[in-house]
């Protein structure tokens, strides 16, 4: 059975400081699927990043760093500098082809970017 | 490019009354998923189609709901008769299977309130 697990509920910074939010996975499956996604006030689901099994390979995207290690299971999402309008619900799912692919996403981290 | 669309963004009804939600996938996207969101059960998975096809409906909660694709570019989801338990954001979600990563792109949401 695919799990993913956000077990950070909540968290509260103060602009400019650095965050790190979280995401652990459980999957049989040798080939899958890593997402994180954004959800803003406004509502909509933001696409951000997919890792493949495969691909170890940290990632920086300007503020943004995504760290894949299988060796624990996590898929964890650092915001650097953070701004007012990072504040949002951050998603991590996991996918997989013998699970024709549907998401299972996790509960969700709400992140609140004080200013 | 346009995103997936959906329609109407938000619905007041009454008790008892037909639903429809409808939602435009992204041109050339093969896979389209229908979810729903509340604050107690987060993002649940109803249905996704493949190529136009039903492939899991396990996620409908119950005979009340149903989901149709009679193409590529158009589906809906149907709730009839509608309980105030069906409150929620609804969210379509399409993914192009060519990429092979299968990230999927989400709508804005179509926000119900059956009183």
């Known amino acids: 059975a695919q799990k993913v697990t956000q077990a950070q509920t909540e968290i509260s910074v103060v602009e400019k400081e650095d965050v790190t939010l979280d995401c652990v996975y459980e999957t049989r499956d040798t080939t899958y699927y890593l997402f994180w996604y954004k959800q803003p006030p406004s509502g909509e689901l933001v696409f951000l990043i997919r890792r493949n099994s495969f691909d170890e390979q940290n990632e920086i995207s300007g503020r943004y760093s995504w760290n894949f290690q299988k060796s624990t299971s996590s898929f964890n999402f650092t915001i650097t500098a953070s701004q007012v309008v990072d504040s949002a619900v951050y998603f991590c799912?996991?996918?997989?082809?013998?699970?024709?692919?549907?998401?299972?996403f996790g509960t969700g981290t709400s992140l609140t970017v004080i200013p | 490019d346009a995103g997936v669309i959906q329609s109407p963004r938000h619905e007041v009804t009454e008790m008892g009354q037909e639903v429809t939600l409808r939602c435009k996938p992204i041109?050339?996207?093969?896979?389209l998923f229908w979810y729903r969101q509340t604050m107690m059960r987060g993002l649940e998975l109803l249905i996704y189609f493949n190529n136009n096809v039903p492939i899991d409906d396990s996620g409908m909660p119950e005979d009340r709901f149903s989901a149709k694709m009679p193409n590529a570019s158009f589906s809906t989801l149907k709730i009839q008769p509608s309980e105030p338990r069906d409150s929620a954001v609804y969210f379509c979600?399409?993914?192009?299977?060519?990429?092979?990563?299968?990230?999927?792109?989400f709508g804005p949401g179509t926000r119900l309130t059956v009183t």
């Open positions: 979600a399409s993914a192009w299977s060519g990429g092979g990563f299968y990230e999927q792109y």
């Open positions: 041109s050339g996207h093969d896979y």
């Open positions: 799912a996991l996918s997989a082809p013998n699970t024709g692919n549907q998401f299972y």
